[in-house]
């Protein structure tokens, strides 16, 4: 479970006039810290518990770890970017400000094939769980029909209201805490099982290759930053915000996972990786903890596919109104109904490729583009930052040089252990864009369109 919900402003400013601030700032550091771990989506540690978890060879946790030390330093790299710029907010933004718009094009083009994945994965979550409590009826009947279903609820322009979603949001950290509750009782004198935690040698490659697809798992850590505009000394806070935000998703990421291998250690038992998390509510417990789950975990599931698929229709749509994709079917807004029908219908057909594909690559396809766009933003930070003659000292180089750079290498580290066939997809996908681009510029004799993002 995964929610894009590229559209971030705060229900305020979503309804204030352009070019007007909606409030008086008034959010604090706990205020945008809570914001930012509501927004990241909790529970999606289960998405992906199953397939890292045998990934890893049973080292989910220590997998997290190391996916948080990366993105604790990517998210200090936001942290700058945002305080230099703290109207942008994206990567996107970020390198073309830093390296020209070209640039800019193909990380958003990057972005693109995640927004375009993460309602997939939602879909493919429906079908897998459903299969689960209802084994008669194939997983591709529920995916096909939540397809249809959201498919015509965006078509026609209907939405979540803002209560509906904090309702799911609370129903989740509900879940966490009744989950860890009882995993505890259930752990019972154990004690600290830390062999479960701790690697043995030759490990590391497996335990790469799970914390890249764990990158999912932290999609969303940079949303504070959308408010801006609500915050008092935003250019303190926010960074501030963001570096909290990240390393208290972490820290429950772990503890979540931990629960799970100290009640449930005999992860090669699991019958499908899949939905392994179902079988571990079993074990801890037993229906009334798995229908709790499958409840709550689906109905985010469903929030998240039709917020991630209204968010990729609007991007484009307005790829198409800027006819950077064919304008007669992305740009074209039906006259009654005041929506980008066709652009609604494109994502359906290729949210139909839920069908075809794995949880597995789905996950990782997502990862992909997530660490193309943080990789970047961390050398954004040193091409923004050390250009100016102030930075050029031994703190700024460690602060502006040394720092990101660390950044870089362990989001290109992670990268490197994602899957041959995902990388097979994601070049294939990286070649599309740049062809796009050549066609756009003319061969690069024309400056590349700007992308909206949101």
Request: proline share 4%; net charge positive.
């Amino acid at each position: 479970m995964r929610d894009s919900r590229t559209d971030r402003r705060a229900p305020d400013a979503a309804s204030a006039a352009p070019g007007q601030r909606s409030a008086a700032p008034s959010l604090g550091l706990f205020t945008l810290v809570i914001f930012g771990l509501a927004y990241m989506l909790p529970m999606t540690v289960f998405t992906t518990y199953g397939l890292v978890t045998s990934e890893t060879n049973g080292h989910l946790t220590t997998a997290y770890a190391v996916t948080l030390v990366a993105m604790l330093f990517t998210a200090r790299s936001y942290g700058h970017m945002t305080r230099l710029m703290p109207s942008a907010g994206s990567a996107y933004t970020f390198a073309s400000r830093n390296f020209g718009t070209s640039a800019g094009f193909m990380v958003g083009w990057a972005l693109l094939m995640d927004y375009l994945f993460i309602p997939m994965i939602s879909y493919l979550a429906i079908g897998i769980y459903m299969k689960q409590l209802f084994p008669a009826v194939p997983s591709s009947v529920w995916i096909v029909g939540s397809i249809a279903f959201i498919t015509a609820l965006n078509i026609i322009g209907i939405r979540l209201v803002n209560r509906v979603n904090l309702i799911l949001i609370a129903s989740q950290l509900v879940f966490i805490a009744v989950f860890l509750v009882a995993s505890a009782r259930l752990a019972g004198g154990r004690g600290l099982e830390m062999a479960i935690a701790l690697p043995a040698s030759g490990d590391a490659r497996a335990i790469l290759a799970g914390s890249a697809i764990l990158c999912l798992s932290f999609l969303g850590f940079d949303a504070v930053s959308t408010l801006s505009e609500e915050t008092r000394e935003p250019r303190r806070t926010v960074p501030r915000a963001i570096l909290l935000c990240t390393l208290s998703s972490g820290v429950l990421f772990m503890l979540i996972a931990y629960a799970g291998q100290v009640v449930f250690p005999d992860w090669r038992s699991f019958k499908d990786l899949d939905s392994a998390s179902l079988e571990l509510m079993q074990r801890i417990g037993g229906h009334a903890l798995s229908a709790f789950f499958v409840a709550v975990y689906v109905a985010g599931c469903f929030a998240s596919a039709m917020a991630g698929q209204a968010s990729v229709t609007r991007v484009l749509f307005a790829m198409g109104r800027d006819q950077v994709l064919p304008e007669r079917v992305f740009g074209h807004l039906h006259a009654r109904l005041g929506t980008p029908v066709r652009a609604t219908l494109a994502v359906g057909a290729v949210s139909l490729s839920a069908l075809f594909i794995t949880l597995d690559l789905a996950s990782t396809m997502i990862s992909f583009g997530a660490l193309v766009a943080f990789a970047v933003v961390n050398l954004c930070v040193m091409r923004s930052y050390l250009a100016r003659p102030e930075h050029r000292h031994v703190a700024g180089w460690i602060k502006y040089g040394l720092m990101p750079a660390i950044g870089f290498v362990l989001n290109a580290w992670l990268w490197s252990g994602l899957s041959r066939q995902t990388f097979y997809v994601g070049i294939a996908w990286l070649a599309v864009g740049l062809c796009q681009l050549v066609w756009l510029t003319r061969g690069f004799t024309r400056p590349a369109p700007t992308l909206t993002m949101n």
